[in-house]
């Protein structure tokens, strides 16, 4: 955390390395793994039902290996010099296909929010989320933090802590998503109101609503 790293990256190595001390519970430390170990490790985990009763993908096992090899040279090796060398790094990961990514089209947008429309019986909050989201591009949590101010002259502004690439973004937004936006921000956050007329929409869609907060 004192080199700069956020939360997230943080959590992601000491997932890291309960994982791997689960497996190797007598050992040490890190300079304990031998290359041999690792490579076990990575079978072990590849052959392991998860949670839902099947294997992890091989894009699951790449990822993980990778993790491995980032933590261990980057820490165990070149910072913090508690490792002689790299354990991971000749551990072969399994051959992925390429993910294709897929963009869905404007007449499946379009579909997809008066969807939500009839779904949510007018509430307005879901399909103004999801087209602020389309608008921008940026990832969920971004878009979950930005506060009130962030919201002027036309744009939505993002700081360089609430993007992964650590820069300043300014996406200017369409004139009627803009005054909606405007419309319901909050005093701090610009979905602090976001339950407003969740009570109505429930209602609307006949359940009960007395429990709503």
Not at 28 to 36: F, K, L, M, Q, T
Not at 43 to 64: D, E, L, N, W, Y
Not at 150 to 171: C, E, M, V, W, Y
């Amino acid at each position: 955390a004192s080199d700069g790293l956020r939360g997230p990256s943080v959590e992601y190595y000491l997932k890291l390395i309960r994982r791997i001390r689960t497996m190797y519970a007598e050992t040490d430390g890190p300079a304990d793994i031998s290359h041999g170990m690792a490579e076990a490790w990575k079978k072990t985990f590849a052959g392991t039902p998860t949670r839902r009763k099947k294997p992890p993908s091989q894009h699951t096992v790449f990822s993980m290996v990778r993790g491995f090899s980032a933590l261990w040279q980057t820490w165990f090796v070149d910072k913090l010099g508690v490792c002689p060398g790299n354990p991971w790094q000749e551990v072969e990961p399994p051959k992925t296909d390429r993910i294709e990514v897929t963009v869905i089209g404007d007449d499946t947008l379009t579909h997809f929010l008066d969807w939500l429309d009839a779904r949510f019986h007018g509430w307005e909050l879901p399909r103004l989320f999801i087209e602020t989201k389309a608008v921008t591009g940026c990832r969920l949590m971004d878009l979950c933090s930005v506060e009130s101010a962030q919201l002027r002259d036309g744009r939505l502004n993002f700081r360089p802590d609430q993007t992964k690439g650590r820069k300043a973004r300014s996406i200017p937004l369409p004139a009627d998503l803009l005054a909606k936006l405007d419309a319901i921000k909050g005093p701090k956050y610009l979905w602090e109101y976001q339950p407003a007329g969740l009570k109505e929409a429930v209602e609307r869609m006949g359940h009960p609503s007395h429990r709503v907060k």
